[in-house]
């Protein structure tokens, strides 16, 4: 996130089953006195396919992305499964 700092992004694996899916989940914590805006960046080209994403995903070239508007000194999280895609 270019420009901005005080803010913390943490990642966890929450559960799966084999080779099927994964669960995920990123907490991203802003410590400025302002709000954020952050971006996560998910490949289209990739072997992997991304479920259960909340909102809506911009797209942009070769991604797809992941933005929310985080408050000052607020905290978000973003959960989400994985499949592999077969490719």
């Known amino acids: ?7 913390r992004q ?4 929450l559960a ?8 995920h989940r990123i907490t ?3 410590a400025n ?3 954020i805006r952050y971006e ?4 289209t080209r ?3 396919q991304f479920l259960n994403l909340p909102g809506k995903l911009l797209a942009k070239p ?15 999280r973003l959960t989400y499964r994985t499949t592999p895609t077969g490719e």
């Open 16 to 23: 799966g089953q084999g080779d099927k899916w994964t669960d």
């Open 62 to 76: 070769g991604k797809r992305v992941w933005a929310v508007a985080i408050p000052a000194n607020g905290t978000t």
């Open 40 to 43: 996560i960046d998910l490949p």
């Open 28 to 30: 991203i914590r802003n």
């Open 46 to 48: 990739s072997s992997t």
């Open 1 to 7: 996130q270019s420009g901005v700092f005080g803010f």
């Open 33 to 35: 006195p302002f709000p």
């Open 10 to 13: 943490d990642y966890e694996t």
